[in-house]
């Protein structure tokens, strides 16, 4: 996966994925919980599309505008906006994006006050684009109405923008690590099991990506 590609010239029909910051979380020398969540960028220059999935908390403000630019990328370029759920280090910075449709959770808002009606309760992905395959799927668990964002890559592989369905590659093994923050956890769980079936590399909310082993 073309991950790190930081080309304003990418060209195809398919979409290449770019992390755009690594999320963390962790307690810091004082006992403060620090964390802030990962965010990236689909971009897809044959369709005019560009997908920002989670935007940081308020305060990434001119650090998003700066990742933007180096991909020659202001923030009405941005296409699609999707906040994998309501909380603020996700959502932050949504009204940087007056030119973006948005999905936040089970909201979709194509402009203003235009309400878009989707029901994702039955398993019922949101498609932002046909080829190259760019689907908003519904991953509840960690809140009552998470979604994910699946693509296509450009190398073909399934790449799943996971917010907080996985914490980071360690939750695997470790189940604290995301059980702890679980609204739902047999939800969660649930939601957890069936992407694995079928991703090839998870984006996290609060880590790096890493690559799915099939077992």
């Not at 304003?8 to 403060?32: N, S």
């Not at 969540?37 to 940081?56: E, F, Q, R, Y």
């Not at 073909?156 to 590659?169: R, W």
Request: hydrophobic content about 35%.
């Amino acid at each position: 996966m073309r991950a790190l590609m930081t080309s304003c010239d990418v060209i195809g029909t398919m979409a290449d994925v770019f992390v755009l910051r690594d999320g963390y979380g962790h307690e810091d020398e004082t006992g403060t919980y620090r964390a802030n969540c990962t965010i990236s960028l689909i971009k897809c220059p044959a369709m005019k599309i560009n997908v920002l999935v989670d935007t940081g908390s308020p305060w990434d403000r001119d650090f998003l505008v700066a990742k933007l630019t180096e991909h020659c990328l202001t923030p009405d370029d941005v296409t699609h906006v999707v906040g994998t759920h309501g909380h603020v280090d996700h959502i932050g910075n949504l009204n940087l994006f007056t030119s973006a449709t948005h999905i936040v959770s089970h909201d979709i808002v194509s402009r203003g006050d235009r309400y878009t009606l989707h029901d994702f309760r039955l398993d019922n992905p949101y498609r932002i684009a046909e080829s190259p395959r760019i689907d908003v799927i519904p991953t509840p668990g960690h809140t009552g109405r998470d979604v994910s964002v699946l693509v296509r890559a450009h190398d073909e592989e399934n790449v799943l923008i996971a917010g907080d369905l996985f914490e980071n590659e360690r939750d695997l093994t470790d189940e604290k690590l995301w059980k702890d923050n679980s609204e739902c956890p047999e939800i969660q769980a649930e939601s957890r099991r069936r992407v694995l079936e079928f991703a090839d590399w998870i984006i996290p909310g609060h880590g790096r990506k890493f690559r799915v082993v099939k077992k």
